[in-house]
């Protein structure tokens, strides 16, 4: 499966829109980059460094977004800690961490790419995906 379609809002459906720092739907009283937004849901996601207007996942509300950074405070640490104690290069530690993840999971998983139940069950695969590195594999954070 390919990347999805992050053009429109996972919570209502409109078009969402890119705003940048100083317009009224941006979200933050500080600049912290181009954002794509879903004003009436109050969604939004960043955008990658190397292309403005390309969105790093799904807007997302606050609730989920908050669920994104909890799925990667799971699997972050594990791929670091193969590239640190199994000496993997980081591309390489983070593929296999989100091809396990992905495999519980039952299709490709990003959690950017996640909201609402879907993302409850994307955190429940990535806090399994951590128990077993720890009972299995020695993993210790």
């Known amino acids: 499966m390919g990347q999805p379609d992050f053009s429109t809002c996972p919570y209502c459906f409109r078009f969402v829109d890119p705003t940048f720092f ?6 933050y009283p500080q600049d912290f980059g181009p954002r794509i937004v879903c004003v009436p849901c109050k969604a939004h996601v960043g955008c990658h460094y190397r292309n403005l207007l390309r969105p790093l996942g799904a807007v997302a509300k606050a609730e989920d977004r908050e669920k994104r950074k909890q799925v990667h405070s799971l699997i972050d640490p594990l791929w670091e800690w193969l590239m640190r104690y199994k000496k993997k290069r980081k591309g390489k530690a983070r593929d296999q961490v989100y091809q396990e993840l992905s495999a519980l999971f039952g299709r490709e998983a990003h959690a950017s790419w996640e909201t609402g139940e879907e993302l ?3 955190l429940g695969c990535a806090l399994e995906l951590s128990n077993h590195y720890r009972q299995r594999r020695g993993f210790q954070a």
């Open 120 to 122: 409850d069950r994307l």
């Open 22 to 27: 100083g317009d009224n739907a941006y979200p």
